[in-house]
């Protein structure tokens, strides 16, 4: 007896499996050409170098902000104010509170001064020479006025006051090294006063006296408050 064949069954359908690049190339919109794996390793490596120019801007900006403020202390690349006085030595040579200076000029701008240094301020009463010589050598500045009589000295040192020292700017230490006294042994009613420097004014001209400052500020042979 003949055994009849069956009918092979037909296998279930499995999963239809598609490239990955078929996938992605149905997801590109027709008529647009999607760029190779070369062109996109090149997009990136651009975007790379401009991210790194904008770090190297920003570093170059702040190097130069840095640079600026060194001018501006140091007093590099800024013009000179005044003219330079006679050097009379002194750096260091203390004498006692109310001894007559030997300096030879006046006002003195270097030389032996007192062992107290003045404070920094606008003051009405003269502050003694020895004394603000005493900050010229640790890089502060004197400002110097003539007055006739109390009245005038104190309304001369409030307007020096509110003109040039309200307007200073700190020097080393967080301090401004700025001392406004009268002042009569001299020739000019104005004198801005630096180690070794000197600025006289026929009358108070608070940018000169505050440019003379910016440029010698800390420039003394010492570096101490």
């Not at 904008?54 to 130069?64: F, I, W």
């Not at 020292?165 to 002042?183: C, H, Q």
């Not at 000169?208 to 010698?216: G, H, P, Q, V």
């Amino acid at each position: 007896m003949t055994r009849k064949r069956q009918p092979a069954r037909p296998r279930p359908a499995g999963p239809v499996r598609q490239r990955t690049d078929e996938l992605v190339a149905d997801r590109t919109p027709r008529g647009i050409q999607r760029p190779s794996r070369t062109a996109r390793a090149e997009a990136g490596r651009r975007t790379q170098r401009r991210r790194s120019l904008v770090r190297l801007g920003g570093v170059a900006a702040a190097g130069l902000a840095v640079l600026a403020l060194f001018a501006l202390a140091s007093g590099v690349g800024q013009p000179d104010v005044g003219v330079a006085a006679p050097l009379e030595g002194g750096v260091g040579v203390h004498l006692a509170y109310g001894t007559t200076l030997p300096q030879r000029n006046r006002p003195p701008s270097s030389g032996p001064h007192y062992a107290e240094r003045a404070a920094y301020g606008a003051f009405s009463s003269p502050v003694p020479a020895g004394s603000w010589l005493h900050a010229l050598e640790h890089g502060g500045i004197a400002v110097l006025f003539k007055c006739a009589n109390p009245a005038e000295c104190e309304a001369t040192a409030g307007r020096l006051r509110t003109q040039v020292y309200d307007r200073s700017r700190n020097g080393a230490f967080g301090e401004r090294k700025l001392v406004i006294t009268p002042y009569q042994e001299m020739d000019a009613p104005i004198a801005a006063v630096a180690w070794g420097r000197i600025l006289e004014l026929q009358e108070i001209d608070p940018e000169r006296i505050l440019a003379f400052y910016n440029r010698y500020l800390d420039r003394g042979p010492e570096r101490a408050p």
